[in-house]
């Protein structure tokens, strides 16, 4: 165990064994079980340089239905980990650009199939390059695997919008993760970024406002401890591991999957899923309730 293993393993995590950092993941390069994974928001940004050994998977082309909104079904994900050479043993490392905003989500994706033994570099892309780490323009080639998967679960970490109207029915815990201007209605997107096509700004009613940034280091793209989460989620937006369930969102996913990700494996909390309608749906609902 590296000295940054030993630093994660102080910080005080449910599930610590859920991140890694740059030293382990260069230590490991070479390692014939574990699969390192890069996915971004910047479709160019793989092929300009990566971690040697890391294959891509992009978002929308890789984890998403090239017709309908929803994720790859059963076959698509097999043939996806098939030719990938990862297995259910394999250990999978994600990492990326954004501070994981879409590793995070793909490693969300990969949960919905029931392939668990996934882990998130800390810091992603831009810690490892900040840090002078070697990068490759190299595409690896891996030997096809015969991996099978279990038809997507979408009952356990994900949830569909008359499951989310249930739950504010049930005045359940739900975290916004969106920006503040997002979450007040003033902005129907992020500052920088186009509108996705929402025609209603506000959040779901009795949602809290916790942006996804507001768990990280922001120089080192790196989760903040155990402590500095529940100060966050538990003593200002008022979560509890008692809560039934909470319901973490954004706009489409993403962001919000790097708190459930929090939420989930570095607090433990029992019951977290992402809804990764998000406000692109939400917002453009007839009838829905909508608070600002």
């Given at each position: 165990?590296?000295?940054?293993?030993?630093?994660?393993?102080?910080?005080?995590?449910?599930?610590?064994?859920?991140?890694?950092?740059?030293?382990?993941?260069?230590?490991?390069?070479?390692?014939?079980?574990?699969?390192?994974?890069?996915?971004?928001?910047?479709?160019?940004?793989?092929?300009?340089?990566?971690?040697?050994?890391?294959?891509?998977?992009?978002?929308?082309?890789?984890?998403?239905?090239?017709?309908?909104?929803?994720?790859?079904?059963?076959?698509?994900?097999?043939?996806?980990?098939?030719?990938?050479?990862?297995?259910?043993?394999?250990?999978?490392?994600?990492?990326?650009?954004?501070?994981?905003?879409?590793?995070?989500?793909?490693?969300?994706v990969f949960s919905l199939f029931g392939y668990n033994n996934t882990k998130i570099m800390d810091g992603g892309r831009m810690?490892?390059?900040?840090?002078?780490?070697?990068?490759?323009?190299?595409?690896?080639?891996?030997?096809?695997?015969?991996?099978?998967?279990?038809?997507?679960?979408?009952?356990?970490?994900?949830?569909?919008?008359?499951?989310?109207?249930?739950?504010?029915?049930?005045?359940?815990?739900?975290?916004?993760?969106?920006?503040?201007?997002?979450?007040?209605?003033?902005?129907?997107?992020?500052?920088?970024?186009?509108?996705?096509?929402?025609?209603?700004?506000?959040?779901?009613?009795?949602?809290?406002?916790?942006?996804?940034?507001?768990?990280?280091?922001?120089?080192?793209?790196?989760?903040?401890?155990?402590?500095?989460?529940?100060?966050?989620?538990?003593?200002?937006?008022?979560?509890?591991?008692?809560?039934?369930?909470?319901?973490?969102?954004?706009?489409?996913?993403?962001?919000?999957?790097?708190?459930?990700?929090?939420?989930?494996?570095?607090?433990?909390?029992?019951?977290?899923?992402?809804?990764?309608?998000?406000?692109?749906?939400?917002?453009?609902?007839?009838?829905?309730?909508?608070?600002?």
């Open positions: 165990m590296t000295s940054l293993e030993t630093e994660i393993q102080s910080r005080g995590y449910a599930h610590p064994e859920k991140l890694v950092s740059t030293a382990w993941v260069a230590e490991n390069l070479d390692a014939p079980n574990v699969r390192i994974v890069e996915s971004n928001e910047d479709v160019l940004l793989y092929f300009s340089g990566h971690i040697p050994g890391a294959v891509e998977i992009d978002w929308t082309r890789d984890l998403n239905d090239p017709i309908r909104r929803d994720y790859l079904q059963k076959e698509a994900f097999e043939k996806l980990v098939q030719k990938h050479g990862i297995t259910q043993d394999t250990t999978v490392i994600f990492y990326g650009d954004k501070s994981n905003w879409w590793a995070t989500y793909a490693l969300w810690k490892w390059e900040k840090e002078g780490r070697i990068l490759t323009r190299e595409v690896p080639k891996f030997e096809a695997t015969q991996a099978t998967a279990p038809t997507r679960n979408d009952q356990t970490d994900r949830v569909y919008r008359d499951g989310v109207m249930e739950h504010i029915e049930k005045s359940g815990k739900l975290i916004d993760v969106r920006s503040p201007l997002e979450f007040s209605g003033e902005k129907l997107h992020m500052e920088g970024y186009p509108n996705e096509g929402a025609l209603r700004g506000g959040h779901i009613p009795g949602a809290k406002s916790v942006p996804w940034a507001k768990a990280i280091e922001a120089e080192t793209g790196c989760y903040l401890n155990a402590d500095s989460l529940k100060e966050l989620y538990e003593n200002q937006a008022g979560l509890t591991k008692e809560d039934e369930q909470v319901v973490v969102y954004c706009r489409i996913g993403e962001r919000s999957s790097h708190t459930w990700f929090a939420l989930k494996f570095l607090l433990g909390y029992p019951n977290v899923r992402n809804y990764d309608g998000s406000w692109t749906e939400w917002g453009n609902l007839v009838g829905v309730p909508v608070e600002r």
